[in-house]
């Protein structure tokens, strides 16, 4: 018979299976039971608690018809039809208390009454939608973790060794619904059926391929003094999520509270990378890092592109043409994992008015920050962004290095927590707790991840592995990295699990892994971090050496010649080479470069923390004014500082990495913490580039080039006394401030000679004879202005004696 289109059809009815599935073209309405307790109706638009005393009444009226078809009006317009039963007329007795629900605002909507027998659902013919979402599901599979599309259906599974129980809660959406507008669908997982030892699974049959939200109700022990954190009435957030929906737009200030969730794609064709595109797999010597922050580099109207992309995935490919003419070859990326930028306006506190701009706050480690998407696209255009992105700068020859945060969670401390996630689903498990099942915080940020637990260090091999498979990422450079060396009750590791599986894993094997060797429980192990012969290192000694030697600090100069020559003192040991160093003077944590050069103490007022916030050991001298001058004299020096460091580093045996801005003299006023500030401070300036282009940038980027042109400053080897020669016979003098020496190219004779001096006055130095047939030309002074600074070919020299100027440095090349 033809059902009206007021009515729904039963399709079958079993009360041993505790279940009545209701089918129509334009409902799907699934009837439960639990031991006759209660009955709900429930439907993508709606759902309605039916007492107990209505079930009681219902089933001595429901009895087989055979196969054929009968239907019942509700009060509402709704009616039911079935094939096996019939439920008589004792129906119109139940309460018309109706919840009103607009489907086109709510098309994934499970909505439930506050108490049983309080409403039923009622429908409003033209509003409904033409969706059909048959809830109907099965136990699933416990792998993969995460969420997997499966013959079945759409698989989801979650790890919680505590838990006591486990709610799937699904949105769904499409383009008339805001995220935060949807209410939610809720699925209870029972135990005895959807838990695997402790991971908990479902498989949900016929939800769309793309377009839903997911999160979790976890509920558990609430014994805090355990290290218990159990809250059933927070949806938390899957650490497997690939993909995060929350708001739209950095910075949007009208959705400061937005929740985040998980979401997928099983719709959209795999990523064509192109049929020229290889891994550009770059040898670890060859690499100049370029450390920059993807959001920062192109934000500023001065970019001068789209607004629509700027501070986007896609703004960097706009802007790769700038990395080729500095010369760069790999960037390294703060993080650009999903990060809350507004999490520090949580509640009234000293910082409440900072925006998280580095992103050193990981709310997921799977999923691309979906703010960098252009024009506030989500998600999924994230995603492909970010493969866009990383295929243009592999096509242009440079790698992607990603910085990432694996010691700690955005999820804070017991004191102020911001639960969205690890906290809430197994805090025992996730965090390293002291003997009290009290949070440890050896990362300075509240939590710290507990890293060589089995599950938590599987689950970080199965992130990085993600970054490497999905999008094509060619290394990484793990903050805090020390945090990653400690058991789970904080003690140090010799040979810690977690760093010695990434180092073995076949997968990173191709990878470029790099550890920031210290942490803020005071482990540092700059030159002793557990490697494998794999694992490179910043080189934090590195650093400090070199800032100290040329601002021209006694009893420095043999620590500066160490340094430059690859810190055999830290990493010749095994099979490690001089690349294992990552060599830095500036990083995106203290002063830039100008900075180094402008400022004696940090200006960190705009934080908000009195000034308490950010390092106090910089080793930097502002010759002589603190802050921005117009004495031409003090303008003049810092601009041969910033040479001189710069050389110094383009010179030095290792793999140097610079920071993003320092190419024009990027300034933050003094503040070396400028973690939370969304403006010019943090953001690339593209007109003072502009015009600094023929002189502070020129300078740099021939400097860079010059090193990938000449081998023997890209030794896969630590030096030895045949490729060094030391102009020096004053090593013990603490007062001494000047080093020379000439590296020597045993094939062509292309030595290259190179004379420092820190002193505040002239050096007149003797220069060594060239080799056989060859003659000196010098290519840099710095103490010379553009384009005399640094020329290419060289300027013929053929004295035998050279004064260099204070604070400057040369470097002479030996040619036919």
Same mark, same amino acid.
């Given at each position: 018979?033809?059902?009206?289109?007021?009515s729904?059809?039963?399709?079958?009815?079993?009360?041993?299976?505790?279940h009545?599935d209701?089918?129509?073209?334009k409902?799907?309405?699934k009837?439960?039971c639990?031991?006759?307790?209660?009955i709900?109706?429930c439907?993508?638009?709606?759902?309605?608690?039916?007492?107990?005393?209505?079930m009681?009444?219902?089933?001595?009226s429901?009895?087989?018809?055979?196969?054929?078809?009968?239907s019942?009006?509700?009060?509402?317009?709704?009616?039911?039809?079935?094939?096996?039963?019939?439920?008589?007329?004792r129906?119109?007795?139940?309460?018309?208390?109706?919840?009103?629900?607009?489907?086109?605002? &709510?098309?994934?909507?499970?909505v439930?009454?506050?108490?049983?027998?309080?409403s039923?659902?009622?429908k409003?013919?033209?509003i409904?939608?033409?969706?059909?979402?048959?809830l109907r599901?099965?136990?699933?599979?416990?792998?993969?973790?995460?969420?997997?599309e499966s013959?079945?259906?759409?698989n989801?599974?979650?790890f919680?060794?505590?838990a006591?129980?486990?709610v799937l809660?699904?949105?769904y959406l499409?383009?008339c619904?805001e995220?935060?507008?949807?209410?939610?669908?809720?699925?209870?997982?029972?135990?005895?059926?959807?838990?695997?030892?402790?991971?908990w699974?479902?498989c949900? %049959?016929?939800l769309? +391929?793309?377009?839903?939200? &997911?999160?979790y109700?976890?509920?558990g022990?609430?014994e805090?003094?355990?290290?218990?954190?159990?809250?059933?009435?927070?949806?938390l957030?899957?650490?497997y999520a690939?993909?995060?929906s929350?708001?739209?737009?950095?910075?949007?200030?009208?959705n400061?509270?937005?929740?985040?969730?998980?979401?997928?794609?099983?719709?959209s064709?795999?990523?064509?990378?192109?049929?020229?595109?290889?891994?550009?797999?770059?040898?670890?010597?060859e690499?100049?890092?370029?450390?920059m922050?993807?959001?920062?580099f192109?934000a500023?109207?001065?970019?001068?592109?789209?607004?629509d992309?700027?501070?986007?995935?896609?703004?960097?490919?706009?802007?790769?043409?700038?990395?080729l003419?500095?010369g760069?070859?790999?960037v390294?990326?703060?993080?650009?994992?999903?990060?809350?930028e507004?999490?520090?306006q949580?509640?009234p506190?000293?910082?409440?008015h900072?925006?998280?701009?580095?992103?050193y706050?990981?709310?997921n480690?799977?999923?691309?920050?979906?703010?960098?998407?252009?024009?506030g696209?989500?998600?999924?255009?994230?995603?492909?962004?970010?493969?866009?992105?990383?295929?243009a700068?592999?096509?242009?020859?440079?790698?992607v290095?990603?910085?990432v945060?694996?010691?700690h969670?955005n999820?804070?401390?017991d004191k102020?927590?911001?639960t969205?996630?690890?906290?809430?689903?197994?805090?025992?498990?996730?965090y390293?707790?002291?003997?009290?099942s009290?949070?440890?915080?050896?990362?300075?940020?509240?939590?710290?991840?507990?890293?060589?637990h089995?599950?938590?260090?599987?689950?970080?091999l199965d992130?990085?592995?993600?970054?490497v498979t999905e999008?094509?990422?060619?290394?990484f450079?793990f903050d805090?990295?020390s945090?990653?060396?400690r058991?789970?009750?904080?003690?140090?590791?010799?040979?810690?699990p977690?760093?010695?599986?990434?180092?073995?894993?076949?997968?990173l094997?191709?990878c470029?892994?790099?550890?920031?060797?210290?942490?803020?429980?005071?482990?540092?192990l700059?030159?002793?971090f557990?490697?494998?012969?794999?694992?490179a290192?910043?080189?934090?000694?590195?650093?400090?050496?070199?800032?100290r030697f040329?601002k021209?600090?006694?009893?420095?100069?043999?620590?500066?010649?160490t340094?430059i020559?690859?810190?055999a003192?830290l990493?010749q040991?095994?099979?490690?080479?001089?690349?294992?160093?990552?060599?830095?003077?500036?990083?995106?944590?203290?002063?830039t470069?100008?900075?180094?050069?402008s400022y004696?103490y940090?200006?960190n007022?705009a934080?908000?923390?009195?000034g308490?916030?950010?390092?106090?050991?910089?080793?930097?001298?502002n010759?002589?004014?603190?802050?921005?001058?117009?004495?031409?004299s003090?303008?003049?020096l810092?601009?041969r +500082?910033m040479?001189?460091?710069?050389?110094?580093?383009?010179?030095?045996q290792?793999?140097p990495?610079m920071l993003m801005?320092d190419?024009?003299?990027?300034?933050?006023y003094?503040?070396?913490n400028?973690?939370?500030?969304?403006?010019a401070?943090n953001?690339?300036?593209w007109g003072?580039l502009?015009s600094?282009?023929?002189?502070?940038f020129?300078?740099?980027? %021939?400097?860079?080039?010059?090193?990938h042109?000449h081998?023997i400053l890209r030794?896969?080897?630590?030096l030895t006394?045949s490729?060094?020669?030391?102009? %020096?016979?004053?090593?013990?003098?603490p007062?001494s401030k000047?080093l020379?020496?000439?590296?020597?190219?045993?094939?062509?004779?292309?030595?290259i000679?190179?004379?420092?001096?820190?002193?505040?006055?002239f050096v007149?130095?003797?220069i060594?004879?060239p080799?056989?047939?060859?003659?000196?030309?010098?290519?840099?002074?710095?103490?010379l202005?553009?384009?005399?600074?640094?020329v290419?070919?060289?300027?013929?020299f053929?004295?035998?004696? &050279?004064?260099?100027?204070?604070y400057?440095?040369?470097?002479? %090349?030996?040619?036919?």
């Amino acid at each position: 018979m033809e059902l009206p289109e007021t009515s729904v059809f039963v399709s079958s009815l079993s009360w041993n299976k505790k279940h009545v599935d209701v089918y129509h073209k334009k409902y799907f309405i699934k009837i439960t039971c639990d031991m006759l307790n209660e009955i709900c109706i429930c439907c993508h638009i709606g759902m309605a608690h039916l007492s107990s005393s209505f079930m009681e009444s219902l089933l001595p009226s429901c009895h087989c018809r055979g196969n054929t078809s009968h239907s019942l009006h509700l009060p509402s317009g709704l009616s039911v039809g079935s094939s096996k039963a019939n439920f008589s007329s004792r129906c119109v007795a139940i309460s018309r208390k109706v919840r009103q629900i607009d489907p086109v605002n &709510y098309p994934s909507l499970k909505v439930y009454g506050k108490q049983s027998g309080e409403s039923v659902m009622e429908k409003e013919e033209p509003i409904i939608p033409e969706v059909e979402i048959p809830l109907r599901y099965s136990s699933g599979s416990a792998s993969p973790l995460g969420v997997s599309e499966s013959q079945n259906g759409i698989n989801f599974a979650i790890f919680s060794k505590h838990a006591s129980s486990v709610v799937l809660c699904l949105k769904y959406l499409n383009s008339c619904a805001e995220d935060s507008n949807l209410e939610l669908v809720e699925i209870p997982l029972d135990p005895s059926k959807h838990r695997t030892e402790d991971i908990w699974h479902i498989c949900v %049959e016929g939800l769309p +391929q793309s377009g839903v939200l &997911y999160g979790y109700r976890f509920d558990g022990p609430k014994e805090w003094e355990k290290g218990h954190r159990y809250d059933s009435t927070v949806v938390l957030l899957d650490p497997y999520a690939k993909l995060v929906s929350g708001r739209n737009f950095f910075g949007d200030v009208t959705n400061k509270q937005c929740h985040f969730l998980g979401t997928y794609d099983f719709e959209s064709l795999p990523f064509d990378w192109g049929p020229n595109y290889k891994l550009p797999n770059l040898p670890e010597n060859e690499l100049v890092i370029y450390e920059m922050n993807v959001r920062a580099f192109t934000a500023d109207e001065s970019s001068d592109l789209d607004p629509d992309i700027c501070g986007s995935y896609l703004g960097v490919i706009e802007k790769i043409p700038h990395l080729l003419e500095l010369g760069i070859n790999a960037v390294e990326l703060l993080p650009i994992f999903e990060f809350d930028e507004f999490e520090f306006q949580r509640f009234p506190n000293p910082r409440d008015h900072m925006v998280n701009t580095w992103g050193y706050s990981t709310l997921n480690f799977f999923a691309p920050m979906s703010r960098y998407a252009s024009r506030g696209g989500g998600p999924l255009a994230a995603s492909l962004e970010l493969k866009q992105m990383v295929r243009a700068l592999h096509n242009a020859g440079i790698e992607v290095i990603l910085d990432v945060v694996y010691n700690h969670t955005n999820e804070a401390d017991d004191k102020n927590p911001y639960t969205t996630s690890f906290r809430g689903i197994d805090n025992k498990v996730y965090y390293m707790l002291d003997d009290n099942s009290q949070l440890l915080n050896f990362s300075g940020c509240g939590n710290t991840l507990n890293c060589n637990h089995p599950v938590v260090k599987d689950f970080i091999l199965d992130s990085l592995r993600h970054w490497v498979t999905e999008y094509h990422v060619d290394g990484f450079r793990f903050d805090l990295a020390s945090v990653l060396c400690r058991d789970t009750d904080g003690t140090p590791l010799s040979a810690p699990p977690l760093i010695k599986a990434i180092a073995k894993d076949e997968v990173l094997s191709r990878c470029k892994i790099i550890a920031e060797p210290w942490d803020c429980g005071g482990l540092y192990l700059v030159g002793s971090f557990p490697n494998w012969d794999r694992w490179a290192e910043w080189n934090g000694k590195y650093r400090d050496d070199i800032r100290r030697f040329i601002k021209g600090d006694c009893g420095t100069k043999g620590s500066f010649a160490t340094r430059i020559s690859g810190s055999a003192d830290l990493y010749q040991v095994n099979q490690r080479k001089p690349y294992h160093s990552v060599n830095f003077v500036i990083a995106h944590d203290g002063f830039t470069l100008y900075d180094l050069v402008s400022y004696n103490y940090k200006h960190n007022d705009a934080n908000g923390e009195e000034g308490r916030d950010g390092c106090n050991d910089n080793f930097s001298w502002n010759c002589g004014f603190e802050g921005e001058v117009d004495d031409a004299s003090i303008k003049g020096l810092r601009s041969r +500082q910033m040479k001189n460091f710069h050389l110094a580093l383009m010179i030095s045996q290792g793999v140097p990495m610079m920071l993003m801005g320092d190419e024009y003299g990027h300034t933050r006023y003094g503040n070396n913490n400028s973690y939370g500030h969304d403006t010019a401070i943090n953001h690339f300036q593209w007109g003072q580039l502009e015009s600094k282009r023929d002189g502070h940038f020129r300078f740099f980027s %021939e400097m860079i080039k010059f090193r990938h042109s000449h081998h023997i400053l890209r030794r896969t080897r630590f030096l030895t006394k045949s490729d060094v020669t030391w102009h %020096e016979d004053n090593w013990e003098n603490p007062e001494s401030k000047f080093l020379a020496f000439t590296l020597h190219e045993e094939k062509h004779g292309c030595d290259i000679y190179l004379a420092f001096n820190a002193h505040d006055f002239f050096v007149e130095v003797a220069i060594p004879s060239p080799p056989h047939k060859n003659s000196w030309y010098r290519v840099v002074d710095t103490n010379l202005e553009s384009p005399k600074d640094f020329v290419p070919e060289g300027v013929p020299f053929t004295g035998t004696q &050279y004064n260099i100027a204070p604070y400057s440095s040369i470097l002479l %090349e030996a040619k036919l």
